[in-house]
Every structure is written in structure tokens, then in C-alpha cells.
């Protein structure tokens, strides 16, 4: 099934040391509505079957992107909106917000946490838009952003303390949290496969991967085109026959890395997204490996 996140606004209304956002300057970038309807109707027709509404903060357009989700719901696709639940500050007014995206539509919501996003935003906000879920009967799940230091552990108490549905997520060293010190990487060689959804900005540009990718400015590698000059159908064709794209989903990125040169015991001191930035970043070797895309979909066990 096909699969975007969709930067509706890049906005936010807070300001966490962590975010993949760069830039010093807030961004405040924003589609037009009626133009996202359009996108909406050309991606189901292109057959994309979920949209999860991130980037900045989509609660701060809680009207336009609950009619989004609406007319989401009203041609087949499935919706999350992820949020840093700033909304949530008491449980009723937590609740009356849920209620009324559930009405329209919405599929499941995500709510980020982590020791960077609870500078900002109370804990007991969180708490409370996961028990609003819970009562109103709408899916939920934390995303737990941790660097996995003992500093996130009371952060994580609390949340088995509250029964909460949580997934632990690495934090992404890209954007503001370039500057942090990497953490030591004590884990297995793993082949560090990635599944890609692309990522649709108010801008619409399109990029084949939603995470740190779109933050590749020596080569642009993951850019897919804009909406303005491709249609959706030909942006989606695009990354599912990218061969280094496919490889990256299939082979891995360490095996990629291996195949370029790189020592094992070095690829083992990157977390995913490091690894990938090393390899795809660089002019050079993303030239090579252009170059040698069919050697490298031939290296296998
Ligand atoms: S991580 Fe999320 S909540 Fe925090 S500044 Fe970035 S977009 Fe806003
Ligand atoms: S590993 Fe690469 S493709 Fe996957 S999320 Fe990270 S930057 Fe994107």
C-alpha cells in the first residue's frame, strides 16, 4: 500500500533541541487548504491508502485538518495526525478535541514524547490525550524519542507507570540535534533495512524518505520532484524504481556500506540514518554507487 506523510504546515509552537528542524529562524511554511483537498483526491486515484499528517504541529490548524481527514475518510484512506499535545491541558478539553477528530474520520493519532518535547509540553498532557483515546475509543501510541541514556529513564517510568502504549524511536542526529554527541552504539551488525514513505512539504516537493533524508543538501538524493511539475502517480513510480532506493529497502544499509568500502567495525559506530547520510551525503560515493547499482544488487549471501 502506498503511504505518505503530509507536511501540511511546517509550524510549530514549540521549540524542541531534538527536532530534525534546522535553522535558527521558525519555519512557518503552509499549504493552501484547498490545494491540499486536490492532493488528497489525486493521491487516492494514485492509490495511496494512508496519510499520517506530521511536520510541525497539526493541532495549531485543527479545523482545516479535520476536514483534511474527513475527506480522507470519505475516499478510503486511512489517517494519523501526530502531535506534541500541547491541546491536552485537562482531560475534558483533551477529550472534546479527540471526540471531534474521531467524528471525522481520523484513524489512529501519534503522540511524540520525549525528555526534549516534555520541556515544553506537561507530561499530564500526554497522559491525558492517551486516556481520551482510550475513552473515546480511538487508536493511539506514543512515540517514545529517546538516545537511550539513563537521563530518559524516569520518562519511560512513567509511562509504564500509566499502562501507556509506547514505542521507543532513536533520536535522528540531523537538524538541531546534529551538534549532539552520538550516542555509543552497542548493538549486533544488523542489515538497518528501511521501509521510506515519502514526504510531501508545503512546498510540494516530494521526498522519498519522511525522516532526516529530505536533509541531504550536498547530493539531494532522496528529492523526488515537485507537484507542480510531476503528478503523483509519476513521484510514486519514481522511489519504487529507484534502484538504490529498492536496495536500501531490501539489501540494507549496511550491506550497502560494506559493498562501498567501509570496515565493519566502523559501520557498526552509526546509528541508521548516520549510516545512510555517510553513504548517500556524499557526492562521490553516491556517484560510485550509481555507478556500480548493478554489482551491488547482485552482492547477496
Ligand atoms: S519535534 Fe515535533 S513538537 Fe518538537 S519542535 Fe519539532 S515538530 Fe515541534
Ligand atoms: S535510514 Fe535513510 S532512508 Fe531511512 S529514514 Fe534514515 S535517512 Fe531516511
Redesign the pocket.
Known amino acids: 500500500m502506498r503511504k505518505l506523510a503530509f507536511g501540511y504546515s511546517t509550524r ?1 509552537n ?3 533541541a ?2 530534525v ?1 534546522v535553522g535558527d529562524i521558525p519555519d512557518n511554511r503552509k499549504m493552501d487548504q484547498k490545494k491540499a483537498k486536490k492532493i488528497i483526491v489525486e493521491m487516492a486515484r494514485a492509490g495511496v491508502g494512508g496519510i499520517s499528517f506530521s ?3 497539526p493541532f495549531l490548524y485543527l479545523n482545516e485538518i479535520a476536514e483534511l481527514v474527513n475527506l480522507c475518510k470519505q475516499i478510503g484512506i486511512y489517517t494519523r495526525i501526530v502531535t ?1 499535545s500541547f491541546w491536552a491541558k485537562t482531560a475534558e478539553a483533551s477529550e472534546g478535541l479527540v471526540s471531534k477528530l474521531k467524528e471525522n474520520g481520523l484513524c489512529q493519532l501519534r503522540l ?1 514524547y520525549s525528555r ?2 516534555q520541556k515544553n509540553v506537561s507530561q499530564n498532557n500526554v497522559l491525558n490525550a492517551a486516556r481520551s483515546c482510550q475513552k473515546i475509543g480511538l487508536n493511539y501510541f506514543i512515540s517514545f524519542v529517546t538516545d537511550f541514556s539513563v537521563e530518559d529513564d524516569p520518562y519511560e517510568q512513567f509511562l509504564r507507570d500509566h499502562g501507556l502504549i509506547f514505542f521507543p524511536e532513536p533520536v535522528i542526529y540531523a537538524g538541531r540535534a546534529a551538534s549532539f554527541k552520538p550516542r555509543n552504539i552497542l548493538t549486533d551488525y544488523q542489515a538497518n533495512c528501511c521501509e521510506m514513505n515519502p514526504y510531501l512539504t508545503p512546498d510540494l516537493d516530494m521526498y522519498a524518505c519522511c525522516d532526516a533524508g529530505s536533509h541531504f543538501s550536498k547530493t539531494n538524493f532522496f528529492h523526488l520532484g515537485n507537484l507542480n511539475d510531476n503528478t503523483m502517480e509519476q513521484l510514486f513510480t519514481k522511489t519504487e524504481t529507484n534502484r538504490l532506493y529498492n536496495l536500501i529497502r531490501t539489501m540494507g544499509i549496511t550491506n550497502i556500506a560494506s559493498f562501498s568500502g567501509m570496515k565493519a567495525r566502523k559501520i557498526i559506530t552509526y546509528s541508521k540514518c548516520e549510516l545512510c547520510r555517510e553513504l548517500f551525503n556524499s557526492p562521490g560515493t553516491l556517484t560510485r554507487l550509481r555507478d556500480e547499482a548493478k554489482q551491488l544488487a547482485t552482492w547477496c549471501r
Do not use: D, Q
Open positions: 510549530c514549540i521549540r524542541c531534538h527536532c528542524a511536520a510541525g504541529e506534541n511524540s526534549w518535547h
